[in-house]
């Protein structure tokens, strides 16, 4: 199996190679695929090949083993996201000139793998930054009761709360590092809420987890609402996830053949991008030029994940395959900022980023007056306002709040809460019916969410995802549709609640105004 070179590096921990009592070591992390080590050709270091007897192989906290041990046996594991440790019995001295470490060894299923990096050695602990970490076990019950006993020394405080969990830390690796405890953040319930979507269908009752006094109240007075005019309809109208990276030419010319280039390789692009995962799927690259620089905008199906960490790696591998193969390009960044990830940004709203989304109703006058005490015009003349100072102001979202219930379900259900900075755009309208009903609509151009995956599976999160039958694979458009469902919620309630002059007095009620 071809594995690009720039790819293949990543496997060494950078700034890993270290100064022991007993000579020098550095890590090695699988970035790639669940593997066997099979053979351990040779170690390097500035050209120079270390002698197998002076090799080691610390494979977990209580397992060391030797080359030879290594080459006679059938092979050991080497998962995705394990790190080995690799002594190296020799004399060399801290230093902050680079060395030049090579590493060959065999591993199924790639073949052989063989490449060279270059480290400074660092001192005995120097790494550490003081926190304390246990490279084999860092989710261990000793080492967490380590750093919090460091913690608490560092500011003279005591752990309480913090400190006090149901959930198992083994399972927190690939989520957290350097664990102590939790933040534990209320959650309170809205609904049901009716939904009509092509994926949630049904009613819903949803947990939101905020610390914000009204919040809940006026989300559920909005779900109400719905509810006595049908429901809202939701529906997923776009999928893409990207990862943007730039190539740098000698000038104009050599970045707009490249582009060229790309396009007709797209299929064998597509087939390394694809290789690095079973859910990723790259569907087109947009290319954009500018200077001497070509900008390319890999766009991503990642199924039930969010993605941005897949498609960063199936990226990567698509441009060490292209780095390999076109001859001419002098520098390249994995990310340009173009994908603008976790920033708010026009090409997104256009092109949209995670699940393009639209939720609409069409409410009774009747229900307006009964529930929310405001005429239908009311609310439509509000918008219509409120429009020019959105534009006055440059913001990336026509309605009023939607932030507000998106991230109270992200934290409910363990989605990456710095996606609302994108996922917060949105664009909100209505319009009078001829009946004199209210019709309401938003879009959610970048809605970035998972069922599968990242922190997801924890505790409490895990859970939240479960009570909306939403956890697992194949539920993202249907948790896609409850989200945006509930933003149309909370969007008219607090329309209301300003039509009405209610807004103040509802936090008087149930907030901390005093």
Not at 330 to 350: C, G, H, P, R, V
Request: some cysteine.
């Amino acid at each position: 199996m071809f594995v690009p070179s720039i790819l293949l590096k990543q496997l060494y921990t950078r700034a890993s190679l270290s100064k022991t009592d007993k000579g020098v070591s550095f890590s090695l992390k699988n970035r790639l695929k669940d593997a066997t080590i099979k053979e351990l050709k040779w170690i390097s270091l500035d050209g120079e090949k270390i002698p197998d007897h002076k090799i080691s192989l610390q494979l977990s906290s209580d397992t060391c083993i030797s080359v030879e041990e290594l080459n006679k046996s059938e092979g050991k594991p080497f998962g995705l996201r394990q790190t080995i440790t690799v002594h190296l019995n020799i004399d060399e001295a801290p230093c902050p000139e680079k060395r030049k470490l090579g590493i060959c060894f065999s591993a199924s299923p790639f073949g052989k793998l063989k490449f060279e990096v270059e480290d400074n050695i660092t001192a005995a602990g120097e790494r550490s930054a003081f926190i304390p970490r246990d490279d084999m076990d860092d989710y261990g019950e000793s080492i967490i009761k380590t750093r919090q006993e460091y913690f608490e020394s560092a500011t003279d405080k005591k752990i309480n709360h913090v400190g006090q969990y149901s959930i198992d830390p083994q399972e927190l690796k690939g989520n957290i590092e350097h664990f102590i405890g939790v933040a534990q953040v209320p959650i309170g319930i809205a609904g049901p809420l009716k939904i009509n979507g092509e994926h949630a269908n049904g009613e819903f009752v949803v947990p939101l987890a905020t610390t914000e006094g009204t919040l809940v109240a006026s989300y559920n007075r909005g779900m109400k609402l719905l509810n006595m005019s049908g429901g809202v309809t939701a529906t997923v109208v776009d999928d893409a996830m990207q990862r943007a990276p730039v190539f740098i030419f000698d000038n104009a010319r050599g970045a707009r053949d490249f582009v060229k280039w790309v396009k007709e390789n797209f299929d064998k692009i597509k087939e390394e991008a694809e290789a690095t995962s079973s859910v990723a799927k790259l569907t087109y690259i947009d290319h954009f030029l500018s200077n001497k620089f070509a900008f390319l905008r890999f766009n991503f199906r990642t199924g039930d994940a969010a993605g941005q960490n897949m498609v960063g790696r199936a990226t990567f591998a698509a441009c060490g395959w292209i780095l390999d193969h076109y001859e001419g390009i002098e520098n390249f960044y994995l990310e340009s900022n173009f994908a603008t990830d976790k920033k708010a940004s026009q090409i997104n709203i256009m092109r949209t980023r995670g699940k393009r989304v639209t939720a609409e109703a069409t409410i009774k006058r009747e229900h307006l007056l009964e529930v929310m005490r405001v005429e239908p015009k009311q609310i439509d003349y509000h918008g219509r306002v409120a429009g020019v100072g959105s534009f006055l102001s440059g913001v990336n979202n026509t309605g009023l709040h939607s932030p507000n219930g998106i991230t109270a379900m992200f934290i409910a259900t363990g989605q990456d809460v710095a996606n609302v900075s994108e996922s917060s755009a949105a664009m909100m309208y209505s319009e009078l019916t001829e009946e004199g009903d209210l019709y309401v609509s938003i879009t959610i151009p970048s809605l970035i969410v998972a069922t599968y995956g990242g922190g997801t599976g924890i505790g409490t999160q895990r859970e939240c995802l479960e009570l909306l039958d939403c956890y697992g694979r194949d539920r993202v458009y249907k948790f896609a549709e409850i989200v945006a469902s509930v933003v149309l919620a909370g969007e008219i309630s607090l329309a209301s609640a300003i039509s009405s002059s209610d807004w103040v007095s509802s936090h008087e009620q149930y907030g901390r105004n005093r």
